[in-house]
DNA sequence: AATGAATGAGGTTTCATTCAT
DNA sequence: AATGAATGAAACCTCATTCAT
């Protein structure tokens, strides 16, 4: 299907503009992200990439609305394969480490634009969002009412959820440069699907409802 | 003392440039922070900036330098309180929340530049940075000889409680966009404090020795 | 085959813009020299500048390195003439005065440069001129061999044959000030091609060998 | 006469100034000589050197006077000693090496503002460098009628005595630079007086009234 | 679908000079 | 005689975007 037998273009313009996107603005952030790079690194002629998806913020928008439907993907499949609200639970981080294996970009890009307050998305994908933070909540709901789960704010535990994994994900890049000046204890964690393990093994206990107290005699 | 008794004067340039600076780099990020709106901001001329404090990048790391020096001085501080290792370890997100309380700017700032992989530091800070995760350690390490933790990995505690914290300062911005647009369930938590509370609480639970079992009959 | 009729695309822009840059260069220096200026000479948009040619180092490089390129062919050809070293040194102030005549901005930025020490200049241009001492010595150890010089310094001789020209050359210009001050002999060397001849006239006589004293009877 | 005892008043601010700027008007040019430099290196406060000397073109103006008074107090001296056209003429190059030794910065300066056209400086003063053209006139025009020179132009004479000198002393400073790239002959003149020896050696020959023909028989 | 050229606005930084004390 | 602070203009350069072909 491919037009050409050019090295590049075995992958379909669009495409390679949007992967170039992504690692751009993974790399510096929006603002310090170029159009003049964005198009050397997708091998494409600038004012071509304007033709094929838009100007920045479109290009912004877009690399992030496939990495929100992915992650959509990745809990929709959780939602199917068991009812355990801590199985439920810990699927979240574990959705974000599989996309954030599939795309190393999406990390980086998510915490920013969390910093951000979404100031590059429009309304709607903030809505998308949303989304995911529904999945948790009934989670946590759940387990609550089959009295696995003490009763806790579920917006703070997926925030914990959340913000753990991207934080965790995009430390490690600061981590490595700190190791490059001193020595450190050698103890990252290896790689993010362990950390989203780490991360739902507290979490679970830590908002599992206690066993109830041997009565007082 | 006030050298003049102009409406801004009050408080030193350099304090007031500092404090411009920060308020827009949380607002914008590095790189779409400008020089002109900071100088804007601290009512003086775009040439008494670069006098007083120095080039943009300067201008950011003397901002990240206060705020880590805040944080070490909180740690400091409940370092001399107690030494129940599990105070100490809700001492490390009320350190950041009340830091954040002061200087509002500080969470959005500090969540940008771990994106960011610390890109707009020198190396020496980072080194600074490692002391606030070696508190953790030790307590995490302390909790653990005394029999109170179990054993987990402390970095990953650490990250969790200041990503949690970062996180959740940051995404309530953002929330609060989405409020505007769609209702939602009133479970935000009010204040940074109060979050923090919200994460020793559950972290705390999660990384406790379970009590020994009480062996079957 | 001009691209469009506008009255100064008859000239490529790159062209255009190094002449500019050329002339105001030559009359107002390195520093003094303002990338704005040049573009408006050129009849070009600032940024055009930067994209056809680079920033204002790359733009004095390629000026300069033209003029070079311009001496080095000239001394080429007139190697090819004569292998009489009497005719090859007076070739090289005539080198000079042929490619003044072609690009009147020429001995201004080169002395200007030299005085400089270089500063502008990368390594690499600094060893292209190299080449043009070089046909100097072989001119002056040449006739050293034949008997047509006595032994002198070719170095000395190199950098009196250049220096005595582009020295006139500019110091003409300061003449023609003073002359609109105070009326002065009119004994200027109207060309600068005369000027190379009365040079090379008085040095070649300067380093000819004495006859061989008559014996004394 | 000290006012002080600090290291650097026992020199008077006015000549630690003019000494400051003759040295950083040399190394950078005019233009993009740096008040702020000048001030630092003469050890005082930037808004002194305004008290004490003036703005920056008069700063410039009285560097070069001050050496244009001391080539015409050597060119005096020179007067008085001998009235053989030979070594009159032989004093010029000499009296510009003189004050070179002197003051280092001298010919850097002033073949900068020969190359300049003069533009930095009043009309006044490049009426005062004509005197030093005359003394060379005088020398020529003396010479003649002593039938030891022959008929040359003497402006000629003066811009290649002068030139050549001024120009040796600059290219030495690059020629330094290629040596630092790749091994050159080394017969570059050791000092500005031996220099100047070799110039007026070669002139002096070349202008020299060749000795009556043998009258053809 | 593709390109090189064009553009205007804006970015950061520096500079010579002066003022208030 | 001395200083730190202030200022406005201008310097160089880059950017996102569009146009003509």
Redesign the pocket.
């Known amino acids: 299907m491919a037009?050409?037998a050019a090295p590049n273009?075995v992958v379909e313009?669009r495409r390679r503009i949007l992967d170039a996107a992504a690692s751009v603005f993974a790399e510096r952030g929006f603002?310090?992200?170029?159009?003049?790079?964005?198009?050397r690194r997708a091998e494409?002629?600038?004012?071509?990439?304007?033709?094929?998806v838009?100007?920045?913020?479109?290009?912004f928008r877009e690399v992030v609305l496939e990495v929100i439907r992915r992650i959509q993907e990745e809990l929709a499949a959780a939602t199917g394969t068991s009812d355990d609200p801590r199985k439920r639970l810990a699927a979240v981080p574990m959705a974000f480490a599989r996309v954030a294996a599939e795309r190393p970009y999406f990390p980086q890009i998510m915490l920013r634009e969390i910093a951000a307050g979404g100031a590059h998305l429009p309304d709607e994908m903030l809505v998308e969002i949303t989304s995911v933070v529904a999945f948790t909540r009934r989670a946590v709901e759940g387990g609550r009412r089959k009295g696995v789960f003490r009763g806790v704010n579920p917006l703070l535990v997926h925030l914990m959820l959340v913000g753990s994994l991207l934080f965790i994900a995009n430390a490690t890049r600061m981590r490595r440069r700190i190791e490059d000046i001193q020595p450190l204890p050698r103890n990252t964690p290896k790689d993010l699907a362990t950390a989203a393990r780490g991360i739902s093994e507290i979490i679970l206990q830590g908002i599992a409802k206690p066993r109830a107290r041997r009565r007082r005699p």
């Open positions: 037009k050409r273009a313009p603002s310090a992200a170029g159009v003049e790079e964005i198009a494409v002629n600038k004012a071509m990439l304007y033709y094929h838009g100007d920045k913020a479109t290009l």
